[in-house]
């Protein structure tokens, strides 16, 4: 079974500019969580999606915006972007959502390495 | 607002010795505690706790809560340097119908000297 897939792997952008990226998740899996990975900050949950809906948000700012697909497949959105959203950012899928199943197990992708210049 | 403290941050010791990861937190309405393991990639489940007293062990790894102090521990005995990696220690809070989400702790560097 093919793991969770992000792309692009790497991506270089400019103050100002929005990115986009993309993860798909395990077949079968309904549930898309998305996280930023920081040196300083470590691991911080931005939010997950469930059958098309945003379940639960962490505390970012409204730049950071996602939607999830019928197919599970999942996008995340950072507008306007800063220096400091140069990050890791990681894509975890599990079968289910909600409570507690969208934590327990999760399978995490490779991540997407975004550097804002 | 929640939190999650991981300690020590770093730690290194020999092949073969035995290592005990702290993770403390103070949360809202705790659902779960998860531990997971980063190496040079995207964390990977090791556990999920969510009751008191009672441990979880898969291999040379365990693991056990305590919901009246707060706290979690990550033991690994006879390590290896397989074992290197970063610890992560989460917590799943309950807001409402649904999860909050999971805060993270800073993580637990170990590495295994041969």
């Known amino acids: 079974k093919a793991g969770v897939t992000q792309t692009p792997r790497y991506l270089i952008k400019t103050r100002g500019q929005q990115v986009t990226l993309s993860c798909s998740p395990i077949s079968g899996h309904r549930s898309v969580s998305w996280y930023q990975q920081t040196p300083g900050q470590g691991l911080q949950f931005l939010f997950e999606?469930?059958?098309?809906?945003?379940?639960n948000k962490g505390n970012f700012p409204g730049r950071f915006s996602g939607r999830q697909f019928s197919n599970s497949r999942s996008e995340m959105n950072v507008s306007t972007l800063e220096l400091g959203d140069s990050a890791l950012y990681l894509c975890?899928?599990?079968?289910?959502?909600?409570?507690?199943?969208?934590?327990?197990?999760?399978?995490f992708g490779p991540g997407t390495r975004l550097t804002v210049t | 607002e929640d939190k999650v403290v991981q300690s020590p941050l770093s730690l290194v010791v020999h092949e073969g010795d035995t290592v005990t990861l702290n993770c403390s937190y103070e949360?809202?309405?705790?659902?779960?505690l998860l531990w997971y393991k980063q190496e040079k990639k995207a964390p990977t489940f090791l556990f999920m706790l969510?009751?008191?007293?009672i441990e979880k062990k898969s291999g040379r790894l365990s693991s056990i809560l305590d919901k009246k102090e707060l706290f979690s521990i990550l033991n690994i005995t006879a390590t290896q340097t397989g074992d290197s990696a970063v610890y992560l220690c989460?917590?799943?809070?309950?807001?409402?119908?649904?999860?909050?989400?999971?805060?993270f702790g800073k993580g637990t560097h170990l590495i295994i000297q041969p």
């Open positions: 949360v809202t309405n705790f659902r779960s």
């Open positions: 969510t009751s008191s007293g």
């Open positions: 975890a899928s599990s079968l289910e959502g909600g409570l507690p199943y969208y934590s327990y197990e999760q399978y």
């Open positions: 989460a917590v799943e809070a309950v807001v409402g119908g649904g999860a909050d989400g999971l805060t």
């Open positions: 999606y469930f059958s098309e809906t945003q379940r």
